[in-house]
DNA sequence: TCAAAAGTGTTCACCGTACACCCATGG
DNA sequence: CCATGGGTGTACGGTGAACACTTTTGA
């Protein structure tokens, strides 16, 4: 067993130890950006949206939209305002994702920044925003090199998509409130990239039990029709206070 | 009362290179601090390294150990500063967790934190630099109330600790290099919060196949002695590069 | 000889996966 | 009537979980 001396407090300072200085003066300041990777989903295939970035460094390239936190706001506050700015919503669904720091990595200034993803309705953006900003949907396959180290933070962001929407249900934020089981597992499959057997899938998500199927149907993918479905984010969540866990 | 230099912006950078059309000028500045949450486990519980702070804001509180950012070092690097010199130790298992930024988190300054959680052996720490900072093990359950908000830093790092020991083998850094399967047991049951089947976790374990079974035993625990393993970081990597994932 | 921990296999239930045919409809 | 996508159920194997007794040896 370890002994511990307790509330013993040394005169002695490790002097080149930040938290030893009895104050923050001397510490470096740097900018924080926050970078965000917007997914959405086509019906085919899961895009990201880019713009082309018009102000130096690297002016005229494709880039992730971003801006600067602001003294008075938080991270989740900033990744907010920049998503508002390109999008016209609010209430996005978002996630911080990591913080990328290489010191070069912004050849004009010393720059962190902390990487967010964001879920959208693809159908439902802003067009005159995007244009203003030179955005454009890009499919993953297809997206052009980024500035920096954006294309590192889509790649993290891409995993973390897998990951999260296998225990979350988020995939629906990446749909129109009413979708297809067939739209559904087409998404899943673009995330995933991987087909899907849509009987178990089927399966498996109505042995989920949190989406209310419609009486509408779908007339435009076939002649037949296929039938609509809803999130029930209500039931979702008292499942889930009753100890019920998602798992795709 | 001491007085705190507020967030002052010097655009002397691109005042002096008007050819560079970045707006970066304008923008805010932070602090930007690390701060890690560091495990250990002394055969029975999961411990954390707190230290008490001997400077204000907080002075003699407890705290995780932390830094600030530097100009010229990426957040890795702070991270292991930081952990070198409280351990005394490089190559310290560490990951990032999660940027912590409420407007006041710090009353004596906006600072925006990204928090680490790191790995060592507890048998290995250095005595005398852990007395120097008055720092102590705390098991989780007793820890007392942090400093900040350290206490969601700490919650966020155990779910991490959680999730990730379930898929890669970095149990192993919080152990011995040679280690009985009770001793492993026992860490995952702590880490995991519940307790484990001996027979169906030794048939995991040994079902990965990337442990050496050693012929020395430990006879320190029972009269019969239990065999001393050691993770095989060879076979381990090696079985990766086939396609193997870790899952316990 | 007894106490205390080490070590060892089997059974069963459930879940994930593979797999093929009929239905409804518009053209 | 036919082409197109929509919708449905079952069987099998593998994995995870439950479960109890024997071995060793120092005191």
Not at 75 to 81: E, G, P, Q
Not at 93 to 108: T, W
Not at 192 to 212: A, H, M, P, V
């Given at each position: 067993?370890i002994?511990?001396?307790?509330?013993v407090?040394?005169?002695v300072?490790?002097?080149n130890?930040?938290?030893?200085?009895?104050?923050?003066?001397?510490?470096d300041?740097?900018?924080?950006?926050?970078?965000c990777?917007?997914?959405?989903?086509?019906?085919e295939?899961?895009?990201?949206?880019l713009?082309k970035?018009?102000?130096?460094?690297e002016?005229?390239?494709?880039?992730?939209?971003?801006g600067?936190?602001?003294r008075?706001?938080?991270?989740?506050?900033?990744a907010?305002?920049?998503?508002h700015?390109?999008?016209?919503f609010?209430?996005?669904?978002?996630?911080q994702?990591?913080?990328?720091?290489k010191?070069?990595?912004?050849?004009?200034?010393r720059?962190?920044?902390?990487?967010?993803y964001?879920?959208?309705?693809?159908?439902?953006?802003?067009?005159?925003?995007i244009?203003?900003?030179?955005?454009?949907?890009?499919?993953i396959?297809?997206?052009?090199?980024?500035i920096?180290?954006?294309d590192?933070?889509?790649?993290?962001?891409?995993r973390?998509?897998?990951?999260?929407t296998?225990?979350k249900?988020?995939?629906?934020?990446?749909?129109?409130?009413?979708?297809?089981?067939?739209?559904?597992?087409?998404l899943?499959?673009?995330?995933?990239?991987?087909?899907?057997d849509?009987?178990n899938?089927?399966?498996?998500?109505?042995?989920?039990?949190?989406?209310?199927?419609?009486?509408?149907?779908?007339?435009?993918?076939?002649?037949?029709?296929?039938?609509l479905?809803q999130?029930?984010?209500?039931?979702?969540?008292?499942?889930?206070?009753?100890?019920?866990?998602?798992?795709?």
């Amino acid at each position: 067993m370890i002994i511990f001396k307790k509330n013993v407090i040394l005169p002695v300072f490790c002097e080149n130890l930040p938290h030893m200085l009895n104050n923050y003066s001397k510490e470096d300041k740097v900018l924080l950006a926050v970078d965000c990777i917007i997914f959405g989903f086509d019906k085919e295939e899961l895009k990201i949206l880019l713009i082309k970035r018009d102000f130096e460094p690297e002016k005229g390239k494709w880039s992730l939209m971003g801006g600067f936190l602001k003294r008075n706001e938080t991270l989740d506050d900033s990744a907010n305002r920049i998503l508002h700015h390109l999008t016209g919503f609010h209430n996005i669904y978002m996630e911080q994702l990591y913080g990328f720091s290489k010191v070069d990595r912004d050849p004009a200034e010393r720059t962190v920044s902390v990487a967010y993803y964001a879920l959208i309705n693809i159908e439902e953006h802003n067009q005159e925003l995007i244009e203003q900003y030179s955005a454009r949907w890009f499919s993953i396959s297809e997206a052009p090199k980024l500035i920096f180290d954006h294309d590192q933070m889509v790649n993290h962001a891409i995993r973390r998509l897998r990951y999260r929407t296998s225990n979350k249900p988020i995939g629906f934020e990446l749909l129109p409130e009413k979708f297809t089981m067939r739209q559904l597992q087409k998404l899943y499959e673009a995330i995933l990239d991987e087909e899907l057997d849509k009987r178990n899938f089927i399966n498996k998500i109505n042995g989920l039990d949190i989406l209310i199927k419609l009486t509408e149907k779908d007339m435009s993918s076939s002649r037949k029709g296929s039938f609509l479905y809803q999130f029930d984010k209500e039931k979702y969540d008292k499942k889930v206070e009753d100890g019920f866990t998602f798992k795709i």
